[in-house]
C-alpha cells in the first residue's frame, strides 16, 4: 500500500489545478491497477499451526476434528487455499476405505471444483501451486483405480507428473515435489505389459525404482533437519516402495517401527504395521497390533482391520477368526474381498471340521460381491469349481502366509506324493518350495518351484507363474542375474487366471532391478 499511496501523491502533484479529470482518471488507473495485482498475486498455500494439525487429524481418520480445524481456518485465514488440499485427504480415504458408488459421483464433482478453485485462485508463484494439483491428481488416480475406471487414472497420473515437472523445474528444491515424484519414477518401470497402453498417456513418464528411492531418501533426509508436514506420509511412502518393489521385506519393517507410528491412536497407522507385518512374515505381532486400533466414534469406520485380524488368524489355524469375517461384512458396503472373505469363512469351517460350512459359504461366494480384485478372482473359481481344498494343503498355504515355515513343511513332509491326484499334486509341489524357500533352503525351493512349472504351466491355476516369480527372487538375492531375468521373463510368459496382474508388476519390478 505504501507503494499506491505514492504513485497517487505524484499524481496528485502534476495534475493542473483546473485539471481535475486528468486526477480522476488517474486514480481510476491506479485502483484497476491495485485490483489487478491483487488477482495476479493470488490466494496462497500454507500450512498453519491449524492446518498442520488438520492435515494430522486427517490422515488419523478423525474427520470431524478434522472438518473443524478447516472451519476454523477458513474462517480466520480465507485466501488460505490449502484446506482444499487437506479435504482432498478426506475425500480419498472416504472412498478408499468405504468405495460407495455414490459418494463416488458426489465427491468427484466436488473435486473437480477444488481444482477449478486452486487453478483460478492460487497464486502461480507458489512452489504449492502445482503441487497441490498433482497430488490431488494422484490421490484420484488411485480412486479412479479402485472404482476400474483405469483409463481415468492413467489420465490423472499423466497430468499429475506434468505438473510436478514443471514444478521441478521452478522449485528444484521443493521437497513435497519429490516425494511424488519418487514414488512416480519406483513405480513406472513395474507396470506390467498389459498396461502398456496407460504408460503411452503418461507423456514420457520414465524412471527406475532406484531413482525413485534416491529421490525419497533425499526427502527424509532433509526432514530429520527441518519441520516438514508430510515427514510421516513420506516414510509410510518410504516402507511400502521397500516392501513391495524392492522385495526388502526385513528393510521395511525396520523403516516402518522408525516412523513413529501408533497403531492405539490411529487405524491408518494400524493398518500400514500390521500390512507390513503380515507381508514379512511377522504375523503374530501383526495380530498384537491389530487388537490395538482404536473404534471410537471419533474415527472414521475402518472395517478392513477386521478382516486382517480374521486373515492373521486363521493363518496362525486359530479357531475363532469367524467373527472378524462377519464385522467385516456386517459393516462394509463396498466392492472388494466380499467373494474372499466368503471363502475365508469356507476356510475356517473347514478347518474347524465342518464341511457342509465351507460350503454354505461358497455358495454365497457366488451370490455376493464382485469378481474383480485377484484375491475375489480366485474365491470365485474356487466356489465354481466345485472342489474342496486338500485339508493339509490349505493347512500348509495359511500356515506359509503367516510366517511358520518349519510347522508347515513338517505338515506336508510327512505325506505320501502319491495322496495329492491332479490340481492337488500340482499345488503339493508349489506349497512345499514355499515353505522351503521360507526357511532358506533354497537349492530344494528351486527343484519344487521347476516341478511345479514342469507340471502347472498350461494351467489355468497362479502356482507355475509364482514359481517362476519365486524362482527370479531366489537368483537374484544369489547374484545369478541371468537365470533371475529367465525366471521374471518367464514369470511373464505365463497368463493364470488368478492374480495375473500383481504377479507380473512384481516380475516386472524384478528386470528392473537387474537393470539397475
Not at 107 to 130: C, F, Q
Not at 249 to 270: F, H, Y
Request: proline share 3%; net charge positive; hydrophobic share 40%.
Amino acid at each position: 500500500m505504501r507503494c499506491a499511496a505514492d504513485v497517487l501523491n505524484v499524481c496528485y502533484l502534476c495534475a493542473k489545478p483546473n485539471d481535475m479529470h486528468a486526477l480522476r482518471f488517474s486514480i481510476f488507473v491506479l485502483l484497476f491497477l491495485a485490483t489487478s495485482l491483487s488477482c495476479a498475486a493470488g490466494k496462497y498455500f500454507h500450512f498453519t499451526a491449524d492446518a498442520k494439525t488438520a492435515y494430522e487429524k486427517a490422515t488419523d481418520l478423525r474427520f470431524g476434528e478434522a472438518y473443524a480445524l478447516l472451519a476454523k481456518v477458513r474462517l480466520q485465514e480465507p485466501d488460505n487455499l490449502i484446506v482444499h488440499h487437506i479435504e482432498n485427504y478426506i475425500d480419498f480415504f472416504k472412498l478408499y476405505i468405504n468405495e460407495n458408488e455414490e459418494e463416488y459421483k458426489q465427491l468427484k464433482v466436488k473435486r473437480d471444483r477444488r481444482l477449478a478453485t486452486i487453478v483460478e485462485k492460487g497464486n502461480p508463484n507458489s512452489p504449492y501451486y502445482r503441487f497441490v494439483q498433482a497430488d490431488i491428481r494422484l490421490q484420484w488416480a488411485l480412486v479412479r483405480l479402485r472404482f476400474e475406471d483405469y483409463l481415468g487414472a492413467f489420465t490423472e497420473v499423466s497430468k499429475a507428473y506434468k505438473l510436478l515437472k514443471e514444478n521441478e523445474a521452478l522449485y528444484p528444491d521443493f521437497m513435497p515435489n519429490k516425494k511424488d515424484l519418487g514414488i512416480l519414477h519406483a513405480m513406472v518401470g513395474t507396470i506390467p505389459d498389459s498396461y502398456k497402453w496407460g504408460v503411452k498417456l503418461l507423456g514420457g513418464l520414465e524412471g527406475t525404482i532406484e531413482e525413485g528411492r534416491r529421490e525419497v531418501e533425499t526427502v527424509l533426509k532433509y526432514a530429520e533437519a527441518h519441520d516438514f508436514v508430510f515427514e510421516k506420509e513420506t516414510k509410510v511412502l518410504y516402507a511400502l516402495l521397500l516392501l513391495h518393489l524392492e522385495n526388502k521385506g526385513d528393510t521395511a519393517w525396520q523403516a516402518v517401527n522408525k516412523a513413529g507410528l501408533s497403531p492405539r491412536r490411529s487405524p491408518l497407522e494400524c493398518f500400514v504395521m500390521a500390512h507390513v507385518a503380515m507381508r514379512t512374515g511377522r504375523n503374530d505381532q501383526a495380530i498384537e497390533l491389530l487388537q490395538l486400533y482404536p473404534k471410537s466414534g471419533a474415527y472414521f469406520s475402518f472395517p478392513y482391520l477386521d478382516y486382517m485380524l480374521g486373515l492373521s488368524k486363521l493363518r496362525r489355524l486359530d479357531r475363532d477368526a469367524a467373527p472378524y469375517f462377519k464385522a467385516y461384512l456386517s459393516a462394509y458396503n463396498g466392492r472388494n474381498f466380499i467373494k474372499e472373505t466368503y471363502q475365508k469363512l469356507g476356510w475356517q469351517s473347514l478347518i474347524n471340521g465342518n464341511e457342509a460350512g465351507y460350503k454354505r459359504h461358497m455358495l454365497n461366494c457366488i451370490a455376493h460381491g464382485y469378481s474383480v480384485a485377484g484375491g475375489d478372482k480366485n474365491a470365485q473359481q474356487e466356489a465354481e469349481s466345485g472342489i474342496v481344498p486338500n485339508l493339509d494343503l490349505l493347512r500348509a498355504r495359511l500356515l506359509f502366509d503367516g510366517g511358520y515355515f518349519q510347522k508347515g513343511y513338517q505338515l506336508l513332509a510327512k505325506q505320501a506324493t502319491d495322496s495329492f491326484k491332479g490340481v492337488h499334486e500340482l499345488e503339493y509341489f508349489y506349497r512345499l518350495g514355499r515353505l522351503l524357500h521360507g526357511m532358506d533352503r533354497y537349492e530344494e525351493a528351486l527343484r519344487h518351484y521347476q516341478l511345479t512349472l514342469d507340471k502347472g504351466a498350461d494351467s489355468p491355476w497362479f502356482y507355475a507363474c509364482n514359481a517362476a516369480l519365486q524362482m527370479g527372487i531366489i537368483y537374484e538375492e544369489q547374484g545369478k542375474r541371468t537365470q533371475a531375468r529367465a525366471a521374471y521373463e518367464r514369470c511373464l510368459g505365463l497368463k493364470p487366471e488368478e492374480y495375473r496382474v500383481g504377479l507380473h508388476q512384481k516380475a516386472k519390478a524384478g528386470l528392473t532391478r537387474l537393470e539397475q
